[in-house]
C-alpha cells in the first residue's frame, strides 16, 4: 500500500507529475465543454463509491444514479459502468441508473441499455468452487463472494491471513490447469476465468455504436484498472487514476471517489460559454 506524503515534502519530480495528472482532467474537461466526442468508463468500488469494510456494506452517494444519468445524457449515451463486481450487483448499487457495462472483469457485459446481461465466460467449475470454500473455512475472517463466472476473497478483515491464503491458492491452481486466473486488488483476491480483464472490456465496449470514435476516458482506483488505462491510452483516449490503496494522491487525477463525483457533476452540466 502507498502512502501519500505531507505536500511540504514533494520534490520537483513530484510537482510536474501533479501538473501531468491536472492537465488530463482539463484536457477531458475541455474536450467534453467543447462537444468533442468522448466516452466514459467507469469503475465502480472505489471510484464512485467509498470502500467498505465488506463489499455488501457500501454506503451510495444520494443522488450517484441521477448523476449517471445526467452525465450519460451529455455524452449522448457513451457512459459505462467497469466493474469487478457482478452486473446484477452493480445495477442494484445503481438503481435506477443502468448503464451499458461490463461486469466480473469483463466476463458479464450488457452492450445496450436495455439489453440483457451476457455472460461471457464458462460457469465456475464446481469442484473448483467446492475447493476454495474448503480453503477459506480454515481461514477466520475471510469473506467469500461468488461472482457467478468467478469468486473474490475478501481479507479486509483479516489481512494476517493474506500470504496464507495466496499459498493455498496457488497450490490449487495447478490442479485446474489453464483455466483461471488469480487476481490481487484492494484487499482482495480473485479467481477468474483466463482471458479476461477490464481492457479487453473496454475494448470491446470501444467498439459499440454509442461509443466509437469517441475519445475512450477511463477512471479507475486500482491494480485490475491499469490494463483498462492502457486500452483508453492505446485507443488515443486517457486513463485517470483515482487515490486509495493502490495509487497514491501524488500520481493520482482524483483525491478519492466524492472528488470524482463533483468532477462528473461539473462534466454533466458543461457547455462552452
Ligand atoms: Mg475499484
Known amino acids: 500500500m502507498q502512502h501519500a506524503r505531507d ?21 477531458v474537461e475541455r474536450l467534453v465543454a467543447a462537444d468533442e466526442p468522448v466516452a466514459l468508463y467507469l469503475d465502480v468500488d472505489g471510484t464512485l463509491l467509498d470502500v467498505a469494510l465488506t463489499p455488501s456494506t457500501v454506503h451510495i452517494p444520494p443522488g450517484l444514479p441521477e448523476l449517471l444519468d445526467a452525465l450519460s445524457q451529455r ?23 443502468r448503464l451499458v457495462a461490463a461486469g466480473v472483469h469483463g466476463a458479464q457485459m450488457r452492450l445496450s441499455v436495455s439489453g440483457g446481461i451476457e455472460s461471457l ?3 465456475f467449475d464446481p469442484f ?6 474448503k480453503i477459506v473455512q480454515d481461514l477466520p475472517g475471510i469473506v467469500f463472494e461468488d461472482k457467478g463466472n468467478g469468486v473474490a476473497l475478501h481479507y479486509r478483515l483479516a489481512p494476517e491471513q493474506q500470504p496464507a491464503l495466496l499459498l493455498m491458492l496457488e497450490n ?46 477511463m477512471i479507475g482506483d486500482d491494480i485490475a484498472d491499469v490494463d483498462a488505462f492502457q486500452a483508453a491510452e ?34 454533466s452540466h458543461s457547455r462552452h460559454p
Not at 128 to 133: N, Q
Not at 238 to 267: C, I, M, N, R, Y
Request: proline share 7%.
Open 172 to 217: 490449487l491452481l495447478p490442479k485446474y490447469p489453464n483455466q483461471f486466473a488469480i487476481c490481487g486488488g484492494r484487499k482482495v483476491i480473485e479467481i477468474l476465468p483466463l482471458g479476461f480483464s477490464k481492457g479487453r472490456a473496454l475494448r470491446k465496449l470501444a467498439t459499440l455504436p454509442a461509443f466509437a470514435n469517441r475519445v475512450p476516458v
Open 75 to 97: 455524452l449522448s449515451g457513451a457512459v459505462a459502468i467497469v466493474t469487478g463486481r457482478p452486473l446484477e450487483e452493480a445495477d442494484h448499487l445503481l438503481s435506477p441508473a
Open 128 to 133: 473448483l468452487h467446492a475447493d476454495i470454500k
Open 121 to 123: 465466460a464458462p460457469s
Open 234 to 267: 492505446d485507443l488515443g483516449g486517457f486513463g485517470l487514476k483515482v487515490a486509495g490503496e493502490h495509487f497514491s494522491k501524488e500520481e493520482a487525477t482524483f483525491q478519492g471517489p466524492a472528488d470524482v463525483l463533483s468532477w462528473l457533476q461539473v462534466l
Open 7 to 27: 505536500s511540504s515534502s514533494w520534490s520537483e519530480s513530484d510537482l510536474s507529475l501533479r501538473d501531468h495528472v491536472g492537465t488530463l482532467r482539463a484536457n
